[in-house]
Nanobody, 123 residues
């Protein structure tokens, strides 16, 4: 069973950058689609970025594709989310997920989740 642990969240000013990490333990990530989702207070969890296990292809939510970058070091069993030019509306708990078999932007695709890491962007 894969376990996921996110880190790297914190407080950043508008325009600043953060890099989130999601470390996996238990099994290799090589067969899993991986993604980042986020959930702001009072809102549903939303897709941020994902990476296909089979091709390494990346997909981004439209509002984030020019500012965020997902990457993976599968040897280290870790995925990353580099966030630049951050905005107050990026404030949320960020979760990484692992799974496969469905659309990469769908929560249904992910059956393993980390505990989340809080990101707060001050204006």
């Amino acid at each position: 069973q894969v376990q996921l642990v996110e880190s790297g969240g914190g407080l950043v000013q508008t325009g600043g950058s953060l890099r989130l990490s999601c470390a996996a333990s238990g099994r290799t990530l090589s067969n899993y689609d991986m993604a980042w989702f986020r959930q702001a207070p009072g809102k549903e969890r939303e897709f941020v970025a994902g990476m296909r296990a089979t091709t390494g292809a990346t997909v981004y939510a439209d509002s984030m594709k020019d500012r965020f970058t997902i990457s993976a070091d599968r040897a280290k069993m870790t995925i990353y989310l580099q966030m630049n030019s951050m905005k107050p509306e990026d404030t949320a708990v960020y979760y990484c997920g692992a799974g496969g078999g469905f659309g990469i932007a769908s929560m249904r695709n992910y059956n393993l989740w980390g505990q989340g890491t809080q990101v707060t962007v001050s204006s």
